[in-house]
């Protein structure tokens, strides 16, 4: 199952919990209170992993929500704030992404026995709780820096088990050729896009154009709608255009790494915009494809040759987005060029497991974001078997070790300070619990 379906699910399931049973209230912390439901959603998803009961793990649940809870009552007391327009956003994209899921609006109230207003009016107390608790968190601990003394100090006083070990990485580049798009094609899209703009002037709805002529399926079912995104959320091409609109008003034609645009502005909150798009993809012959196989084939035959460097045809011929850094592959986790093999692309690791350092694979076809097919070459240009981490090749990753290190130790110290001066009650069944902190005093 989706992983971000199954925490969706997991997530309203307490909602329907609270409903089937009476609820009791477990701990007050301040002004926050822990509901019996809230601990049990929490241990079905642990017992749905195909765990066995546990009052262990039951407790240990408790006490990360009453760790969350003392978050949020402080939060408030410091005046922190997680503005409705944060929470509505955020309910409707997780809401938006299970109707999908299901199928429809309908078939999700269904499913919960609740309507679509009480499903988000729960949802959301839920993620403002989740806001708060982070915001909290970041106040107490975004200010914490390590030096380079301090790394080292850290690393020093690691045992040989707390040394992490380091997963194989490594540096590849690539060589991209795409069939070529011809410009009578690009031609009759820009044209179909701006007959669609001028029938929207002339009354049509833009939501029924996309939902019957849009090649983005994910939004064609909501009429083109992406709901709110943040400023630096989209691809730029697109985003330029979008955040230059007024309210109702349509892109000219906007071309992506998707294919082509036409976009309206719904809604703009401050550095939040919600657009719907019509988008239309070119697609490939297999003529073009052919010619681009050819192409490869002999840029290709050239590298093996040496008549020409692997870095003279990126820079020459590739139709890389990034070949002005060498051709290099961004992780699109760290935008960084290092890559665990455990991260990468099934496809992609098995040409890569295969090359020793400096050699170059074959050429194969791939699937471009536009979903059109290309073909590319790799070259795998450095290899760093697993080992543990070491001052020399992995200091970054044991700074980032060492800061949150810090910043546990700050959190934990925090956490005995305000237990003390906080008022807390606990169910008699919840105080049975070995916690680790004197929750009960």
Not at 44 to 62: D, F
Not at 86 to 108: A, C, H, I, P
Not at 277 to 287: D, E, G, P, R, S
Not at 338 to 355: C, G, Y
Request: aromatic residues 6%.
């Amino acid at each position: 199952m989706n992983k971000i379906y199954y925490f969706l699910l997991l997530t309203l399931t307490s909602f329907c919990l609270s409903a089937q049973s009476i609820d009791k209230i477990e701990a007050v912390l301040g002004d926050e209170i822990i509901l019996t439901s809230e601990i049990e959603s929490q241990y079905l998803q642990y017992l749905s992993q195909g765990h066995t009961k546990s009052n262990e793990i039951r407790c240990q649940i408790a006490e990360d929500l009453l760790f969350q809870k003392l978050l949020v009552n402080q939060a408030k007391l410091d005046s922190l704030v997680v503005s409705n327009d944060e929470v509505e956003d955020e309910v409707n994209k997780r809401l938006s992404y299970f109707e999908t899921q299901l199928g429809s609006v309908q078939k999700v109230e269904d499913y919960f026995g609740k309507s679509k207003v009480n499903i988000k009016l729960e949802l959301g107390k839920v993620i403002k709780d989740q806001f708060m608790a982070q915001k909290m968190q970041t106040k107490l601990t975004s200010s914490l820096k390590v030096t380079p003394a301090e790394v080292k100090e850290s690393y020093a006083l690691l045992s040989d088990s707390e040394i992490p070990n380091m997963p194989t990485q490594v540096e590849v580049a690539q060589i991209v050729i795409k069939p070529e798009i011809t410009d009578d094609q690009k031609d009759n899209i820009r044209e179909k896009l701006n007959n669609f703009r001028d029938r929207v002037y002339n009354g049509e709805d833009f939501k029924m154009l996309a939902t019957l002529y849009s090649d983005d399926p994910g939004s064609a079912i909501k009429g083109g709608e992406l709901g709110f995104v943040n400023r630096g959320d989209l691809v730029p091409e697109f985003e330029r255009a979008a955040f230059r609109l007024k309210e109702g008003e349509i892109s000219n034609v906007v071309e992506s790494q998707f294919g082509y645009h036409i976009v309206q502005l719904i809604e703009r909150r401050g550095e939040q915009i919600n657009v719907r798009h019509i988008l239309i993809k070119t697609k490939v012959t297999a003529t073009a494809l052919h010619a681009a196989k050819l192409k490869m084939d002999n840029i290709a035959k050239e590298i093996n040759e040496e008549t020409i460097t692997f870095d003279q045809a990126v820079s020459e011929y590739s139709d890389d987005e990034n070949k002005s850094n060498g051709g290099l592959l961004l992780n699109p986790n760290t935008m960084s060029t290092s890559h665990t093999l455990e991260d990468m692309a099934p496809a992609l690791r098995l040409v890569i497991e295969k090359l020793k350092e400096t050699q170059v694979s074959s050429p194969a076809v791939i699937q471009m974001q536009d979903e059109n097919k290309a073909y590319r070459i790799l070259r795998l240009n450095k290899r760093t078997e697993q080992h543990k981490a070491n001052l020399v090749d992995d200091f970054s990753k044991i700074k980032e070790y060492s800061i949150n290190a810090k910043k546990q130790e700050t959190l934990e110290k925090w956490k005995s300070i305000t237990i003390a001066k906080t008022y807390i009650k606990l169910s008699d069944e919840l105080a049975k619990c070995e916690l680790a902190k004197n929750w009960s005093k």
